[in-house]
């Protein structure tokens, strides 16, 4: 089990939707082996409602930063709409291997599943799904890319399969980066800041997520002056797994 006090996490609170930070590591679902997720723990947030929020979508397990909870029903609706008709802004910060030689511009690359016995995995070929993602330098060092990232389109994977078929990988990134899948960086990328016009006669709600400890050294080295949010220790170092003897042994 994982402690996680997820009121101390909200960005934003109101009768119609939540935003939360979302830690790095913890995926929103329940995966097919089970195991600590967030769903099972939206409970913490019903603040006095007869039932949770529900997710108005969803980040990468490893992807920190802005989500978006509807209360109720209502709310709900309306997200699902904003977010199927690209209503709501999202922008991400990565940290990325070399980098664009432009400091500015337009990824415009369609992108499809690898293959059906590949689930989630994505790879761009022309005649994919439209994908389109806005990048803008923020600063670079050390053979480092610190990107704002604002993706036109919603694609699975989009911005992972972005960079690193672009030539510049996110950092930490074990699908289609250079990570490896054990004892690397965890993945260097942010749901930054999130904009929702849930009411059309109210300005917009906006929220902005603190980039997570685990990226803190490479920002710092690009420029970053700002705030940081703690990660909790055991989604990033899950615990070993127990020790199964076959049989006794006896000490000579």
């Known amino acids: 089990m994982i402690s996680l006090d997820l009121t101390a996490r909200l960005l934003h609170r109101d009768a119609l939707i939540l935003i939360l930070d979302k830690p790095a590591g913890l995926p929103v679902h329940a995966g097919p082996k089970g195991g600590p997720n967030l769903s099972a723990m939206l409970g913490q947030l019903s603040f006095g409602l007869p039932k949770p929020p529900e997710l108005a979508h969803r980040l990468d397990k490893d992807t920190s930063g802005c989500l978006v909870l509807g209360r109720h029903a209502r709310p709900l609706r309306t997200l699902n709409e904003l977010f199927a008709d690209g209503g709501i802004s999202k922008t991400y910060w990565a940290v990325v291997e070399g980098g664009p030689i432009e400091d500015a511009g337009l990824i415009d690359m369609p992108i499809a599943r690898r293959s059906p016995e590949r689930g989630w995995w994505m790879k761009p070929t022309d005649d994919g799904l439209p994908a389109q993602t806005d990048f803008r330098v923020l600063g670079r060092a050390e053979g480092l890319t610190w990107l704002e990232l604002k993706p036109r389109t919603g694609r699975t994977h989009q911005l992972r399969v972005h960079c690193a078929a672009s030539g510049f990988p996110i950092v930490g990134d074990t699908i289609y980066g250079t990570a490896p899948r054990m004892g690397g960086p965890v993945l260097h990328l942010?749901?930054?800041?999130?904009?929702?016009?849930?009411l059309p006669k109210k300005p917009p709600v906006v929220a902005e997520a603190p980039p997570p400890d685990h990226m803190e050294e490479r920002l710092r080295?690009?420029?970053?002056?700002?705030?940081?949010?703690p990660t909790p220790a055991e989604l990033l170092r899950p615990p070993e797994p127990p020790v199964v003897r076959r049989g006794l042994k006896t000490r000579p």
Request: glycine share 12%.
């Open 221 to 229: 080295r690009l420029g970053y002056e700002g705030a940081i949010s």
């Open 190 to 198: 942010l749901a930054r800041s999130v904009t929702v016009p849930i």
